[in-house]
């Protein structure tokens, strides 16, 4: 039997145990707080983080669908009552017509070819036309020598007088692609960001026109240089001059490095250029650092030095509210607090603009304002003195609703836009070509190109303008232009 521990030996013992298992829990706490992160982590999809839908697994998707704000509108799928028709009408005058006429009768087997007509029915089936021949045609420049003087007089290749007088006038090659061709590749590359050799051989099954990939990867900077001279100075003319604007950017790897797309928009107008994501980046597309309307943006610093009155996208405000709340539902009843009480007030502030109203009630706006401030004083409380990595995400989550107060709710004080969905959408065309073009644009300046392009296909089109019939414009007389900055106006 070995012999007894002494006291002091006791005393040692247990000092040690006690140590080792104070070690052990901090261990496990650490672990705990780990596993609690990564469970976040993998919980984390487009409704409760800044990642993209299209990053969703396919597992996940519905689940991210079912957490997502939005309520329903109560309206069934598909078309709804008293909305347009959609259905094709007969048309007189049809371009060909083939009677379909019995040849003899089914009882008697007489011959039908003189009888009288006792009724017809009428159908017609749209399809397209064959691919067309191109037109070629060929321009000649005749030199004459005068009779009295002897002077040889010889016209400039530009006196053509039809549409095709600067194509027929450029230097090259004395066979050249017409303006509607342009405007059709262009609108292959740029309209549908489809990449050179599928634009190549889908223009020439459409048109029966085979260019070079060359004049397919040309066509963008063709445009572009267009664009530059009257369109973006009067596009941003136009947009200085809007109460509300979205701003937003993304990126764009050109030339083996990250640039970044910046957008500044409207419901009407769209511009967007090219830089680095810094503040002197934003200022360079020449409409926010005179601005002084509302803007609405996401919660990038980078905006911070602006004059304008800012707003905060509340699609922002609401997934970080859920990535919060998802983690521990129980322990963050806050979040769930903020996030109806955000709701709440967008749904009142819709239905204010609605009605036609400037402003919320005042007695609305105050009990919006309780509602925010006694979620922030749950929070508070719930993570007062709590060391877990949660509890400091909730914090500052906390300070940042209790700092940037009257930018979060400006959508109810000032009836703003309540998301910055409008520039959101206005950039996803880079994700688009980045998607369908390799990743990554050769050049930067053919991201500057594709960033001038599309703010004239996006503009036209929230104009109701058809990009094909934009560009045929862009080709032949000049760039189409917004007539002002709303259809009201």
């Not at 020439?204 to 063709?222: H, K, P, Q």
């Not at 989550?397 to 109810?412: G, N, S, V, Y």
């Not at 065309?429 to 073009?437: D, E, G, Y």
């Amino acid at each position: 039997m070995p012999d007894a521990l002494t006291y002091e030996q006791l005393l040692v013992l247990v000092g040690g145990l006690s140590a080792r298992v104070a070690g052990q829990d901090r261990i496990i706490g650490e672990q705990a707080d780990r596993i609690a992160e990564l469970e976040r982590r993998l919980g984390a999809d487009s409704s409760n983080s800044s990642r993209p839908p299209s990053s969703d697994a396919p597992w996940d998707k519905v689940r991210a669908k079912r957490r997502s704000s939005r309520t329903r509108s109560g309206r069934n799928p598909g078309k709804q009552p008293g909305a347009a028709s959609s259905s094709r009408s007969l048309v007189e005058d049809p371009d060909r017509v083939v009677v379909i006429e019995p040849a003899r009768c089914g009882g008697c087997t007489q011959s039908l070819v003189d009888a009288a007509v006792s009724g017809r029915e009428r159908r017609q089936v749209v399809d397209v036309r064959p691919a067309p021949a191109p037109e070629i045609t060929e321009y000649q420049r005749v030199s004459k020598t005068c009779s009295c003087c002897g002077q040889v007089a010889t016209p400039s290749w530009d006196e053509t007088g039809d549409e095709r007088a600067e194509v027929v006038a450029a230097a090259g090659s004395p066979v050249r692609i017409g303006p509607q061709a342009l405007a059709r590749a262009a609108l292959l590359t740029c309209g549908h960001h489809l990449p050179v050799g599928r634009s190549r051989a889908l223009l020439e099954a459409l048109t029966g026109i085979d260019v070079s990939t060359g004049l397919l990867a040309g066509v963008r900077g063709r445009a572009a240089r267009k664009l530059e001279r009257v369109f973006l100075p009067y596009l941003r003319e136009l947009l200085a001059g809007a109460p509300v604007l979205h701003a937003d950017e993304t990126t764009g790897r050109a030339a083996g490095s990250l640039s970044y797309v910046h957008v500044a928009c409207t419901q009407y107008l769209t511009l967007m250029h090219v830089g680095g994501r810094s503040g002197a980046d934003i200022d360079a597309g020449g409409v926010l650092p005179e601005f002084t309307g509302f803007l609405v943006r996401d919660g990038y610093r980078g905006y911070a030095h602006l004059p304008a009155v800012h707003a905060w996208c509340g699609a922002h405000l609401l997934r970080d509210l859920r990535s919060i709340s998802d983690a521990d539902p129980d322990a963050q009843l806050w979040a769930i607090a903020m996030a109806d009480t955000l709701l709440e007030a967008h749904h009142g502030a819709t239905d204010a603009r609605a009605r036609g109203a400037e402003t919320l009630d005042d007695a609305v706006l105050a009990r919006i304002r309780n509602h925010y401030h006694g979620a922030l004083a749950r929070g508070r409380a719930d993570n007062q003195g709590k060391r877990t990595t949660l509890a400091a995400q909730a914090r500052t989550l906390i300070a940042r609703f209790t700092r940037f107060e009257d930018m979060i709710l400006r959508f109810a004080t000032d009836l703003v836009p309540f998301t910055n969905n409008e520039a959101e959408r206005a950039v996803r065309p880079v994700k688009v070509q980045q998607r369908t073009s390799g990743g990554a644009w050769r050049t930067l300046q053919g991201l500057i190109d594709f960033a001038i392009v599309q703010s004239y296909l996006d503009t036209a089109t929230k104009w109701g303008i058809d990009k094909l019939h934009a560009l045929q414009q862009l080709f032949t007389t000049g760039p189409w232009l917004p007539p002002a900055l709303t259809p009201a106006e």
